[in-house]
């Protein structure tokens, strides 16, 4: 009998090992709900491989948040959250030693240096290396630098003091009260400490030109310079937002994408787009726990305050969770959901390039989910009619599969009981002889059909369904045109899909490729009656032999312009003199 208190809770397979880790507020309920409810075929997959089961009860819901992130490190689960990208990223260290060096490094040694990072851009960290060397210029060499050496002159300067890039201090040029000074500054810079930096070098700056000493001034200015131009580049938000985290998620059915940048005094010193594939349709909010601890825990962030899109379930210690609704703070969050958005969309479209199938099968899983069907809808149909005031009725039936039109499956059906206008009719007839004669035909019946109307012609094409005794074995559902309502059967009510959403482009797509096929059959018609029409206001042109001139000469502006041995192949000699005559007086 499983508790109901918080815990962790671990699946096995039959070689016993883990498979899946969670987290619970009440065990009971979380564990059991993988087997009472079984919403996708992912989940079904896990529970069919779960062997034993074991859970670690903990004292609150925020114990197991941290017990279940430190399992997933230690078993990385075959179907928990996998991170598509777990490379190691470079840090800038300030190395301990005398007169230390500044430099980038993908290994950390645990000497007493510094590490700042790590960096998901090697752009942006040379970037501000760049700025430090230009402000404050350090050795790059590799010398052991002491104060006894540098008395008895055990070393020389080289090419980097000549140029510019070191103040030489293995040659006393530069003091070791200066060197540390600039090390200080660096220090602060690193840690986006930028408007501290300039505020002490603009009142060293005046305390230097108010001393007379205008060199010295002089070097503070281009410093001061350097380093406004760097801070007019990198500041995006208020300078008052200090030392916080910025998650926002962006995600799919099987993917997510979850966008981290950390702001100091205004200024984005880190981004990061983490991306991580989904197992069994996690959650965002999931997602984002799992994401937050991982990207923290990675770079080394001590920040206290996190802005995110959403609450979370479960607190993180030591953590504030803003969710801002407006100002800087939301433009920020705004900013950094658009570069989420922007990097999934992206990563869809290069696994779409190398896999075309893959968006085929994405797409037909979110309108099985979406649309509660039992299969994928792989072949779709959808009838729409098309009449003037009842005149010159059609039923079009066009054919989807795999998402693409079947044209050569599109069928056409002109009603054979239906007097005057009567929608219904003419929906009921045409969704009776397609189902009937595919019956008969012993072809399979499609996934999906789709009745462009509301609640009354969805009706209309259950009855059809119900007489041929298939109706809840051929899945359909009605879409209203002017809200795009669409309607299940037995639900008066209907339901509103996203507008974004691809399910709804899809029925879209079929609704308009079903009216516009439709609406040109109609006017085919509508045509060809009008032309019978005129044709038999010419004596000796009944309806019979009307036709028989527009199969031969294909249209009335054929029949027009022929000579009379033209038309004495197809009518006799004195019906050719009636229709040349008519045609000449109704110029």
Request: glycine share 4%; net charge positive.
């Amino acid at each position: 009998m499983l508790p109901c208190t918080p815990g962790v809770y671990q699946f096995l397979n039959a070689e016993g090992s883990v498979i899946y880790v969670g987290k619970a507020k009440s065990l009971k309920n979380r564990v059991s709900s993988y087997f009472n409810r079984q919403d996708s075929g992912k989940t079904r997959v896990l529970v069919s491989k779960i062997i034993d089961l074991k859970i670690i009860e903990v004292e609150t819901e925020t114990d197991a948040l941290l017990l279940e992130n430190s399992l997933i490190k230690k078993y990385r689960p075959r179907y928990n959250i996998l991170l598509k990208d777990d490379k190691t990223y470079p840090w800038i260290v300030i190395k301990n030693e005398a007169f230390p060096r500044i430099f980038s490094t993908r290994q950390i040694i645990k000497d007493g240096s510094e590490y700042f990072g790590p960096y998901a851009s090697v752009k942006q960290m040379y970037a501000v290396l760049d700025l430090i060397k230009e402000s404050f210029p350090f050795r790059s060499c590799q010398l052991r630098l002491s104060d006894e050496g540098i008395a008895a002159g055990k070393f020389s300067d080289c090419l980097e003091y000549q140029i510019g890039n070191c103040g030489a201090p293995c040659v006393a040029r530069q003091s070791a009260d200066s060197y540390s000074e600039g090390v200080t500054y660096a220090r602060k810079l690193l840690k986006g400490q930028f408007s501290d930096v300039l505020k002490e070098l603009r009142n060293e700056m005046h305390a230097a030109a108010n001393n007379l000493k205008f060199e010295r001034a002089h070097q503070l200015k281009l410093k001061l310079e350097i380093l406004q131009t760097f801070q007019a580049k990198s500041t995006v938000v208020h300078p008052d937002i200090h030392d916080v985290d910025v998650f926002t998620i962006a995600s799919d059915e099987e993917n997510a994408v979850v966008n981290f940048m950390k702001v100091n005094n205004g200024i984005i010193i880190q981004s990061h787009n983490l991306e991580l594939k989904k197992k069994i349709l996690e959650s965002d909010e999931d997602v984002l726990t799992y994401a937050v601890m991982h990207v923290r825990e990675k770079f080394n962030s001590t920040s206290h305050q996190i802005f995110l899109p959403q609450s979370l379930e479960y607190e993180i210690p030591g953590i504030e969770v803003v969710v801002p609704k407006r100002g800087d703070k939301r433009k920020l969050v705004e900013l950094s959901l658009r570069n989420a958005t922007r990097t999934l969309l992206e990563g869809r479209k290069q696994e779409e390039l190398k896999n075309p199938s893959h968006r085929v099968d994405r797409i037909l899983e979110t309108a099985q989910r979406e649309l509660h069907l039992t299969s994928l809808p792989r072949h779709i149909e959808c009838f729409d009619n098309s009449n003037i005031q009842g005149a010159f009725p059609v039923s079009a039936c066009v054919v989807f599969r795999n998402t693409k039109p079947s044209k050569k499956e599109y069928r056409i059906f002109h009603p054979r009981s239906v007097i005057g206008p009567d929608d219904f009719q003419t929906m009921r007839e045409a969704v009776l002889r397609r189902y009937r004669r595919m019956l008969q035909e012993k072809e399979p019946l499609p996934d999906l059909l789709i009745i462009d109307g509301g609640i009354g012609q969805l009706n209309a094409a259950l009855e059809s369904l119900e007489q041929l005794n298939i109706r809840g074995k051929l899945p359909i559902i009605g879409i209203a045109k002017k809200l795009e309502e669409i309607y299940f059967p037995e639900d008066d009510t209907p339901i509103h899909l996203d507008k974004r959403s691809e399910t709804l482009r899809l029925i879209q797509q079929l609704r308009d490729e079903a009216h516009d096929y439709g609406l040109g059959k109609h006017r085919d018609r509508r045509s060809k009656a009008q032309t019978t029409s005129m044709l038999e206001e010419i004596p000796g042109v009944g309806k019979q032999t009307a036709r028989k001139l527009l199969t031969y000469f294909s249209s009335i502006d054929v029949i027009r312009q022929a000579s009379a041995e033209d038309l004495e192949r197809a009518v006799s000699t004195s019906t050719a003199k009636n229709i040349i005559q008519f045609f000449q007086e109704n110029r």
